[in-house]
């Protein structure tokens, strides 16, 4: 089979304590204690195949999970990143994900963000800075133009992780996709590489947020 070669893929980001790297076999006990804990978190928000819960997101389904994930980067369709908390003595807890996605090149240049987050870290930055990383990271050395998001129109929380970042609110896409049992209505945002080329970037945007609120 050929593969292609996505732009800056794989790669290692990180400010402060929080981490994004590709996934590594061994995070599937991780992943699945995480997934497990905030199934009433996530589950609302997430499309996903029919079945239990726990049995989607066991260890043994994760080995299926980081092997579709492998192939996609390596055709250079998406760049998934484990979302960690660096903590006391250099351990990297498992906190979260997000996936540069549906990566279209040549004239295009775009990509779909997603991301979820461990709800006993929520509210602490963590997806806010991850996804500044990611879309600089995209901008930049992933090669992206245009980076967009898709979140429904009840998911307060993640809604006002993008707005506050500075995502453009562009489209509402009536029944969009199938999540919890019907055709859920979506909040179109974007934003553009030019829109943060005179800012330093999204990361140093974030900054400045954070030490004004401060």
Known sequence: MNFTVTP????????????LRPYRRSDAAAWSEVRCVNQSWLAPWESSPPGRWDELNS?????????D????A??????????????AGGRERLVGHLNLGNIVRRAFCSA?????VDGRVAGRGVIPTAMALAVDHGFGP???H??????RPENGPSRRVVEKLGFREEAYHPRYMHIDGAWRDHIGYAMTSEDVAGEGGLLARWHRLRTAAS
């Open 8 to 19: 800056g893929w794989p790669v290692v980001l990180r400010d402060g304590p929080v981490l």
């Open 59 to 67: 260890p043994a389904a994760f080995r299926f999970v980081h092997r």
């Open 69 to 72: 994930q492998r192939r996609q």
């Open 74 to 87: 390596r055709r250079g369709e998406s760049m998934p990143f484990a979302v960690c908390l660096v903590e």
């Open 112 to 116: 779909y963000v997603g991301y979820w």
């Open 142 to 144: 992933g090669g992206l």
């Open 146 to 151: 245009r980076i967009e998001v898709n979140i």
